[in-house]
């Protein structure tokens, strides 16, 4: 130990200590020669001085040697820790906001699996979604987008720092892991800090951004405890979070499941419909206010499944935009539409809902006119209708596209106008013919001047840009009256007719002819 106050290496001290080792033994040797041999030290002579010089430098240079390997093994094992544990980082770190991974959720969840650790495991999972991120990336551009997602990680780990792990797995999601077996009231305190993060708005380069969070809630004591059935849990909560507007938090519950599971059949069952002609179109008639005449026929699409029977279509139309069965699904709707059409008497029309997606495909207009032409009907005839959801899908693609029809003949009609996020503006920038007043303001009308209100605005709109107006949902004389006071053009509902079959519609026309003539006599 007294060689450590010399500022020598350890191999350096090593070495000297095996130099007086190694010296130990001829030193004993010469010495009990000389005390038991009667010889003393020279009678060794030349050898025993070599043996006594040669012997400690030899065991100082192996035991130097030794020292020296011994020291570069240490320092490569520390060095290959180091990159482990860098390597270990970067795995489980997310490399744009610096917080953990999704690799790093399953390594934590599996450290802390309530089989091994039992009330000090993971007791409730938050998937987090933040709303209106696509718009930053389309709108600020996705540099914007990543220093949302860098502000919101630091303020994600500064409020709940020592509370609860976060994690981003990818895009806009993060989750927020809470240990231990915390109770309900705990899990809705986590939450609230959580909602209360987008009480303030984002200070961007491109400037403030405001947003909401949908959070959805699974709970450990819910699942098998695995990461992937947690997530799916509450993957399946997010998505009923994410149909309220503003923060929201939804909990997982067996419900959800048993529905996810109804919504695979039909994607499942919707592979296979179209090929076996199950679909079927039904025609409600639209007339004109005044009159009372029948103008034209809404299509709609039905199901005939052969298990369930008939299906609505806002059962399956979501499942069908999802898998992209929506493109052939709405071409043979407008094929059908327009053959159907083809044999009632000019000038009956026909209207046809087309998703946003089909917009996407650019074969999709040339589709249309091949259509009309197969079919020999007039393209004054045909009415496309379409919600503002499709002005999300890319503006530039829909306003060529409708401009494009309009210019062939077709007519364009903006559907469920009042609901969603309805904008003046689109009905400056979009070639529209018609308006579509949405049913809910029908409903409301007669009880609830606000709405009466509403609708007489959207009537004014209807004439400020010299479009047509419908109304939806009319199933009483009193509203078929009110809204032939407001000035309205056409309206659709049960107190004219229920949707019929193909084979019906000749029937409404024929009676439709009779009043005609009735009211000329």
Same mark, same amino acid.
């Given at each position: 130990?007294?060689?450590?106050?010399?500022?020598?290496?350890?191999?350096?001290?090593?070495?000297?200590?095996?130099?007086?080792?190694?010296?130990?033994?001829?030193?004993?040797?010469?010495?009990?020669?000389?005390?038991?041999?009667?010889?003393?030290?020279?009678?060794?002579?030349?050898?025993?001085?070599?043996?006594?010089? =040669?012997?400690?430098?030899?065991?100082?240079?192996?035991?130097?040697?030794?020292?020296?390997?011994?020291?570069?093994?240490?320092?490569?094992?520390?060095?290959?820790?180091?990159?482990?544990?860098?390597?270990?980082?970067?795995?489980?770190?997310?490399?744009?906001?610096?917080?953990?991974?999704?690799?790093?959720?399953?390594?934590?969840?599996?450290?802390?699996?309530?089989?091994?650790?039992?009330?000090?495991?993971?007791?409730?999972?938050?998937?987090?979604?933040?709303?209106?991120?696509?718009?930053?990336?389309?709108?600020?551009?996705?540099?914007?987008?990543?220093?949302?997602?860098?502000?919101?990680?630091?303020?994600?780990?500064?409020?709940?720092?020592?509370?609860?792990?976060?994690?981003?797995?990818?895009?806009?999601?993060?989750?927020?892991?809470?240990?231990?077996?915390?109770?309900?009231?705990?899990?809705?305190?986590?939450?609230?800090?959580?909602?209360?993060?987008?009480?303030?708005?984002?200070?961007?380069?491109?400037?403030?951004?405001?947003?909401? #969070?949908?959070?959805?809630?699974?709970?450990?004591?819910?699942?098998?405890?695995?990461?992937?059935?947690?997530?799916?849990?509450?993957?399946?909560?997010?998505?009923?979070?994410?149909?309220?507007?503003?923060?929201?938090?939804?909990?997982?519950?067996?419900?959800?499941?048993?529905?996810?599971?109804?919504?695979?059949?039909?994607?499942?069952?919707?592979?296979?419909?179209?090929? #076996?002609?199950?679909?079927?179109?039904?025609?409600?008639?639209?007339?004109?206010?005044?009159?009372? #005449?029948?103008?034209?026929?809404?299509?709609?699409?039905?199901?005939?499944?052969?298990?369930?029977?008939?299906?609505?279509?806002?059962?399956?139309?979501?499942?069908?935009?999802?898998?992209?069965?929506?493109?052939?699904?709405?071409?043979?709707?407008?094929?059908?539409?327009?053959?159907?059409?083809?044999?009632?008497?000019?000038?009956?029309? =026909?209207?046809?809902?087309?998703?946003?997606?089909?917009?996407?495909?650019? %074969?999709?207009?040339?589709?249309?006119?091949?259509?009309?032409?197969?079919?020999?009907?007039?393209?004054?005839?045909?009415?496309?209708?379409?919600?503002?959801?499709?002005?999300?899908?890319?503006?530039?693609?829909?306003?060529?596209?409708?401009?494009?029809?309009?210019?062939?003949?077709?007519?364009?009609?903006?559907?469920?106008?009042?609901?969603?996020?309805?904008?003046?503006?689109?009905?400056?920038?979009?070639?529209?013919?018609?308006?579509?007043?949405?049913?809910?303001?029908?409903?409301? *009308?007669? #009880?609830?001047?606000?709405?009466?209100?509403?609708?007489?605005?959207?009537?004014?709109?209807?004439?400020?840009?010299?479009?047509?107006?419908?109304?939806?949902?009319?199933?009483?004389?009193?509203?078929?009256?009110?809204?032939?006071?407001?000035?309205?053009?056409?309206?659709?509902?049960?107190?004219? %007719?229920?949707?019929?079959?193909?084979?019906?519609? *000749?029937?409404?026309?024929?009676?439709?002819?009779?009043?005609?003539?009735?009211?000329?006599?």
């Amino acid at each position: 130990m007294m060689f450590k106050v010399f500022p020598l290496s350890s191999e350096l001290r090593n070495a000297i200590v095996g130099m007086v080792a190694g010296a130990l033994l001829p030193t004993a040797l010469l010495y009990g020669h000389g005390i038991f041999g009667g010889g003393s030290f020279l009678s060794f002579g030349a050898t025993a001085l070599f043996s006594a010089i =040669v012997l400690p430098l030899m065991s100082g240079a192996l035991i130097f040697q030794w020292s020296r390997s011994r020291a570069r093994l240490v320092e490569e094992l520390e060095r290959r820790r180091e990159t482990e544990q860098q390597l270990s980082r970067a795995v489980h770190t997310d490399q744009l906001t610096g917080v953990a991974n999704r690799f790093a959720l399953e390594r934590d969840m599996n450290m802390q699996s309530p089989e091994t650790d039992g009330e000090n495991g993971y007791g409730a999972l938050l998937l987090l979604d933040l709303d209106r991120f696509k718009f930053v990336n389309d709108t600020m551009g996705h540099d914007a987008g990543d220093q949302l997602l860098i502000t919101l990680s630091r303020r994600l780990t500064g409020t709940l720092n020592g509370i609860a792990g976060v994690y981003r797995l990818g895009g806009d999601e993060f989750v927020v892991l809470i240990s231990g077996a915390p109770s309900e009231g705990k899990v809705q305190d986590i939450i609230s800090a959580v909602e209360a993060l987008f009480t303030e708005p984002f200070e961007l380069d491109a400037g403030k951004f405001w947003t909401c #969070a949908s959070i959805g809630v699974a709970l450990a004591q819910d699942s098998d405890g695995s990461m992937t059935e947690l997530l799916k849990q509450a993957d399946l909560a997010l998505y009923k979070a994410k149909e309220i507007p503003g923060n929201s938090h939804v909990y997982y519950s067996l419900e959800m499941a048993q529905e996810a599971c109804r919504k695979l059949e039909i994607e499942h069952d919707l592979s296979r419909a179209l090929a #076996a002609g199950e679909f079927f179109l039904q025609y409600q008639p639209i007339v004109g206010v005044e009159s009372r #005449a029948v103008r034209s026929f809404e299509a709609l699409i039905r199901w005939h499944h052969p298990q369930k029977g008939i299906i609505q279509p806002d059962v399956f139309i979501g499942a069908a935009e999802k898998t992209g069965m929506i493109l052939p699904i709405g071409n043979w709707v407008m094929r059908t539409a327009c053959q159907e059409a083809s044999h009632w008497p000019s000038p009956t029309g =026909v209207a046809v809902n087309v998703a946003g997606d089909q917009f996407k495909d650019r %074969s999709f207009v040339p589709y249309v006119k091949q259509c009309l032409a197969d079919a020999g009907l007039a393209p004054g005839r045909l009415t496309i209708e379409v919600t503002e959801s499709i002005f999300s899908v890319d503006a530039a693609v829909i306003c060529e596209s409708l401009a494009e029809l309009r210019s062939h003949g077709v007519r364009i009609a903006l559907d469920d106008f009042g609901v969603g996020f309805s904008s003046i503006n689109n009905l400056r920038r979009f070639p529209l013919d018609q308006l579509k007043v949405d049913r809910s303001f029908t409903r409301a *009308m007669l #009880a609830n001047s606000r709405d009466a209100e509403l609708v007489d605005i959207i009537l004014q709109l209807g004439n400020t840009f010299q479009v047509s107006t419908t109304i939806e949902g009319i199933e009483t004389e009193g509203q078929m009256e009110f809204v032939r006071a407001l000035g309205a053009s056409e309206a659709q509902g049960f107190l004219i %007719s229920r949707p019929v079959g193909a084979e019906d519609v *000749m029937g409404i026309l024929d009676r439709d002819l009779l009043k005609g003539e009735g009211r000329l006599a």
